[in-house]
């Protein structure tokens, strides 16, 4: 979800025109997925040609990628993927190589990732379209929400290194992202965090979106983010790490007890996690200990609605 | 689904890259939408634009279908739908009129039908692309394998109606479809049918489909269909009631016996539901009782490979 206006403009009408119903509402705004009474969660993303992947991606990389967005945001609900569907756009003529390499990288994240094709619909389109819906089960749902002033602000992996990617050249962040979903899995099913959600749009604007949900506020040491292997010299590495997104890795606020367990956790699933910061009673989302890189990271936009 | 060799491919390869899982299977390929065990029933579908619709159909129109066109799935596997996720592709500049008539249109469906929205994604593509993914829940699923030879055939509604509006000016069937999905519901939890599917490819393509599925053939007395209102004179209304599709009524094959309540059930869900032939041992598809309409319906071609 981008803070696009237009975009904005469709979620809000979109939204408005649901009608009531007898059945209790659920709220498709506030987080990475939807969460139904019996702990079915529910994410859709779509990839379009040209708006989310380009030349640089080989077909298999899309495909992994198509996969790869939806599970993330079941991982960063602590859920756990079971099945999805996929309706799948596809230019005239059909362009068969392409639809080889497509499902091979699709066919490798189902299996790294665990989740069943379950149906889903071929069309013909102007351009490609690949649209996912993954759904799974919660048994303890962590929401945006659950964050407390005090609690410990985690990241995990190394954010801004699919940005580098973009901007220095294609690597694995980049063309093949690994969600650690098992870990957000772990992290909800042991009752260690209190809010998390994924940072595919950046931590500049998903903090932000956590804060306000969870009505406080953060503190980020940018001197603590993880830093990026392969940077370039001379590149400020703060836009990458806070403004690109796409990382697909989780940000997690946790009791500050529960530090050591969360590195544990993290470790046994093969990433690491690293603690940046705090959640503050203030409501204002701040970087600290050094200058501004840009307007942009000194007062976070507010939120548009998204939903899940 | 069509039985476009290109479709097939695609369908193919998709289906043929997903890995060995440790859980079962779930047959993706056979039904109008996918049962897993807990019951839970989920199908996709997409619409483009000047591909599933066009300048005819108003943006409350497509709104509509786009919610029309997923629950017939499930009703015609005896599900009853829960909750839908949207993927809308939308080109740039944002055509905000456009937004208000598909919202005003999503949301008059899924109040006619019962359903909730629950998530989904807005995107910028280049063109209208609406991906649709429902699910819901099935006490007694109904497939389209389980047609027994001697089974009566039934056709609910005017099947062809929506071709007429196609052919000879839109018309509600064409441009507001109104699957029959409580009928659905209601004859499969009732026990009263072997095999159901909407026929939203046509009687033509989508009986062979059932019968392939049930090992069965299938007799169909053209007399028999419903007549088509309004049909101009000296027009031949078979190649619309067997050919032209996008009806999303039932096709049911039900034992004899069952007739008078598959016709008083029918009745109490303000539609019609008209026996058209019979379900044969031989595998065979044949039209009786008239001249074949042409080459295409003499012996239907063999039904491709399609997911739900």
Chains 1, 2 share one sequence.
Not at 1 to 6: E, H, I, L, T, V
Not at 73 to 80: S, V
Not at 210 to 234: K, R
Request: glycine share 12%; proline share 11%; hydrophobic share 45%.
């Amino acid at each position: 979800m981008s803070d696009d206006p237009g975009e904005a403009f469709v979620i809000r009408r979109l939204l408005a025109a649901r009608p009531p119903l007898a059945v209790p509402p659920v709220d498709a705004g506030a987080d990475d997925a939807c969460v139904l009474e019996d702990g079915t969660v529910i994410s859709s993303d779509a990839l379009v040609e040209d708006v989310h992947f380009d030349a640089r991606w080989s077909p298999a990389d899309v495909g992994w990628r198509a996969v790869a967005t939806n599970v993330s945001d079941l991982g960063a609900m602590g859920a756990r993927p079971d099945w999805l569907t996929l309706a799948l756009a596809l230019p005239a003529p059909l362009d068969r190589a392409w639809v080889d390499g497509f499902a091979a990288g699709l066919g490798a994240a189902l299996a790294a990732f665990r989740v069943r094709l379950v149906g889903g619909d071929t069309l013909r389109g102007p351009a490609v379209v690949a649209s996912v819906t993954v759904g799974g089960r919660a048994a303890r749902p962590v929401r945006r929400s659950g964050g407390r002033p005090g609690d410990q602000l985690w990241v995990t992996g190394r954010p801004g290194m699919a940005g580098l990617g973009f901007a220095h050249g294609p690597n694995p962040a980049l063309l093949r992202p690994q969600p650690p979903v098992g870990l957000g899995v772990a992290l909800a099913e042991n009752g260690l965090v209190n809010a998390m959600m994924d940072i595919s749009d950046g931590i500049a604007r998903d903090l932000p979106r956590l804060c306000a949900a969870s009505g406080v506020g953060a503190w980020v040491d940018p001197a603590a983010l993880p830093p990026l292997e392969g940077l370039p010299p001379g590149v400020d590495p703060l836009p990458l790490q806070l403004g690109f997104g796409d990382d697909y890795e989780l940000l997690v606020a946790a009791p500050p007890a529960h530090g050591r367990s969360i590195a544990a956790l993290a470790a046994a699933h093969g990433t690491c996690a690293t603690p940046v910061g705090r959640l503050t009673p203030d409501r204002e989302v701040v970087l600290a200990g050094r200058p501004w890189p840009g307007a942009a990271f000194s007062h976070f936009s507010p939120p548009a609605a998204a939903p899940c």
